[in-house]
C-alpha cells in the first residue's frame, strides 16, 4: 500500500462501473419528483446548457466520462490513484473535461485558487471509505465551492442494515494489521477469507447469535479480490445512520431533498399502508426517514441534497414533467411483468404498460412528451408518472433531452474510442447515449458488431463472420448460460443470436444517437 494512500488499497484497481444515479439528468429528475426547483434550462426537467459539475473519487471514470460525452456541462474530477487516472483518462476524449489526480486537500486548495462554481457535486460510497479529516475537507469544497440551488448527490453505507454484519467486516480487516504479514492484496484477500472460515467453523458466540454474520462470509466467496479489498477492508470504514449524514451535510449549508432513486419516492413501493399510516404521524422529514432506513432495514443510501431548497407548486410540477420527453432504452419485447422494489417483488399488468411501450415505440422510437403520451394513452398524470417511474426502475425507459450536434459529435467521439479499444486491445466498456445522457451496457460480442455496422458491413452474415474471426484470432469465447463455449461450431451459432438482436436494436440504437 503506497504511502500516499492513507489506508486506501492502491496496489489493486477498483473494479470498473457506472452509476446512472450521478446523471444530472437523472438527478433533476428526481428532484422534480420530490417537488424541488431544479437547475434548468427551459421548462422541463433537463440541466442547463452551460451547467458546471465535480465529481470526487472517480476511480476509473466509468460516470464521469459517459456524463461528460453525453451532456453539454463542464466536467472535473478527481482521484488520487494516478492509475486510476490514467484509465479515466483513455476514455476522456471529450473537450468538457478535466481530471485530476490531486488528494482532496490538494483540490481545496487548488479551488482556493481558482474559485469554481458547480451546479452539481457528487460523490459515490466515498463517505464510507474516507478519514474524518478527508469529510471535513469535502464539505469545506461544497460549502465553499457548490453554487446556491446547487445540487449534491452522496452514496454511502449505513444503519441499521450493517449493524448485524459489521463484525465481521472489522475483524478481517484487523486481521490485515495484527495477524497476516501479507501485503499482496489478493493473496491477503485469499487468506483473510480462508482465516473467517477456519475461525467460524469453532462457533463463535458472535456469529452463532447472529446468523448474517456466516451468510455475509459466504457471500463475499463470490466477489474478485478487487470488490472486497476496496468495498470493505480499507483502513477508514465507517457506517453512518441517515440523520448522522443529514447533520454533516447541514454545515455545508445542504439540505436533504430526496433519494437519487426514483421508486423510493413512491409511498406505496416502500412501506404497506400501515407503516406508511404511522410514519405519517411525524413531521419532521430526518427523523420519518430515519424511521424507513429501520422498517427496510437499509445498508446504503443514495442521497440527493440542495444548498438553498426552493420548493416548486404541484401545478410546477406537472408542468416540468409533462414537458419532459421520455424515450424507450430496452426492445419492448424485453418488458418484465415483475418488478424488485423495497417491500419485495411486485406484480405489474402487461395491459397498463403496452399502451405506453407501443406509443414509445412509434415513429422509429421517437422521444414523446409526457403529455403527447398522456393524450395518446388518455391517462392521469399520476398513473402515467407511476408507470413511466416503474419503466425507468426496470431500464425500459428513460428522460430524454434534446439531441443537438454539438451532443451527438461528442458521443460519437467516445463511442468510435471505446469500439476501437474493444477491438484492438479487447476493452471493454459501456456505450454512451446523447438522448438519454446516460450509458449503455452492451455485451463485447454486440460491440464489435456494431463496430463493424458502423464501418459499413450491414448484412446479418458479415457482421457474423466480423465477430467470430475476431473471436478466434483472440482465442475469445462466448459464454451462455454461465458456460464457457469452446466449440467454433457453438461459439457461431451463439455470435448468431447476438448479432441478429443487435440487427433488430439498430433503430432504437438510431433513437439514443449511438448510431447514425
Known amino acids: 500500500m503506497a504511502v500516499w494512500s492513507e489506508g486506501y488499497f492502491t496496489d489493486i484497481e ?30 422541463d426537467i433537463c440541466p442547463p446548457k452551460d451547467f458546471s459539475y465535480l465529481e470526487l473519487a472517480f476511480g476509473r471514470g466509468g460516470s464521469i ?22 484509465m479515466a483518462r483513455d476514455y476522456a476524449v471529450s473537450d468538457n473535461i478535466t481530471l485530476y489526480d490531486d488528494s482532496f486537500e490538494e483540490l481545496l486548495e ?24 478527508n469529510r471535513d475537507i469535502i464539505l ?87 470488490y472486497i479489498s476496496h468495498e470493505y477492508l480499507n483502513q477508514n470504514w465507517d457506517c453512518f445512520y441517515f440523520y448522522q449524514v443529514a447533520k454533516m451535510m447541514e454545515e455545508a449549508k445542504c439540505s436533504f431533498a430526496s433519494s437519487a432513486e426514483c421508486l423510493q419516492q413512491f409511498d ?17 422529514k430526518i427523523f420519518k426517514e430515519q424511521l424507513r432506513d429501520y422498517y427496510l432495514n437499509r445498508q446504503f443510501r443514495k442521497d440527493i441534497y440542495i444548498k438553498g431548497a426552493k420548493v416548486i407548486t404541484h401545478k410546477q410540477g406537472i408542468d416540468r414533467f409533462m414537458n419532459t420527453h421520455f424515450v424507450l432504452t430496452n426492445l419492448p419485447k424485453n418488458f418484465k411483468d415483475k418488478v424488485q422494489c423495497a417491500i419485495g417483488e411486485i406484480n405489474i399488468k402487461q395491459e397498463v404498460f403496452e399502451p405506453v411501450l407501443k406509443v414509445l415505440e412509434k415513429d422509429s422510437f421517437r422521444p414523446k412528451t409526457m403529455r403527447e403520451i398522456a393524450q395518446e394513452c388518455k391517462l392521469e398524470f399520476g398513473q402515467l408518472l407511476e408507470i413511466l417511474m416503474l419503466a425507468l426502475h426496470q431500464n425500459m425507459i428513460s428522460p430524454a ?61 458479415e457482421l457474423v463472420n466480423f465477430v467470430v474471426k475476431l473471436f478466434k484470432e483472440n482465442k475469445r469465447y462466448m459464454i451462455k448460460d454461465g458456460k464457457v463455449l469452446e466449440k467454433d461450431s457453438e461459439n457461431k451459432e451463439a455470435i448468431k443470436e447476438v448479432v441478429k438482436e443487435f440487427l433488430e436494436r439498430v433503430p432504437l440504437y438510431k433513437a439514443l444517437g449511438i448510431l447514425e
Open 14 to 43: 477498483y473494479t470498473s462501473g457506472y452509476f446512472k444515479e450521478l446523471s444530472p439528468l437523472l438527478l433533476n429528475l428526481n428532484l422534480a419528483l420530490a417537488g424541488y426547483d431544479i437547475p434548468c434550462g427551459g421548462e
Open 65 to 86: 466520462n459517459i456524463h461528460a460525452a453525453t451532456t453539454g456541462g463542464k466536467y472535473m474530477g478527481t482521484d488520487f490513484n494516478p492509475t486510476q487516472v490514467a
Open 110 to 133: 487548488r479551488f482556493e485558487n481558482d474559485k469554481p462554481q458547480f451546479d452539481y457535486i457528487v460523490f459515490h460510497g466515498l463517505f464510507s471509505w474516507i478519514s474524518q479529516k
Open 140 to 226: 469545506k469544497i461544497i460549502k465553499k465551492f457548490l453554487k446556491v440551488g446547487g445540487v449534491v448527490y452522496n452514496s454511502y453505507n449505513c444503519m441499521p442494515g450493517w449493524s448485524p454484519k459489521a463484525p465481521s467486516r472489522e475483524i478481517l480487516s484487523l486481521y490485515k494489521v495484527i495477524g497476516s504479514a501479507e501485503i499482496d492484496t489478493q493473496t491477503f484477500v485469499k487468506n483473510s477469507l480462508g482465516f473467517m472460515e477456519e475461525f467460524l467453523k469453532v462457533n463463535p458466540a458472535y456469529a452463532t447469535n447472529v446468523p448474517q454474520n456466516r451468510q455475509f462470509v459466504e457471500d463475499l466467496k463470490d466477489k474478485d479480490s478487487a
Open 268 to 284: 406505496k413501493f416502500n412501506a404497506m399502508a400501515d407503516a406508511n399510516k404511522f410514519f405519517g404521524k411525524f413531521q419532521n
Open 401 to 461: 433531452q434534446p439531441l443537438t450536434a454539438e451532443g451527438k459529435e461528442r458521443a460519437k467521439l467516445y463511442n468510435a474510442n471505446v469500439l476501437e479499444r474493444l477491438v484492438r486491445y479487447e476493452q471493454a466498456s459501456y456505450l454512451a447515449s446523447p438522448v438519454s445522457a446516460t450509458a449503455f451496457m452492451v455485451s463485447s460480442a454486440e460491440q464489435i458488431a456494431m463496430s463493424a455496422y458502423i464501418k459499413g458491413s450491414k448484412k446479418e452474415s
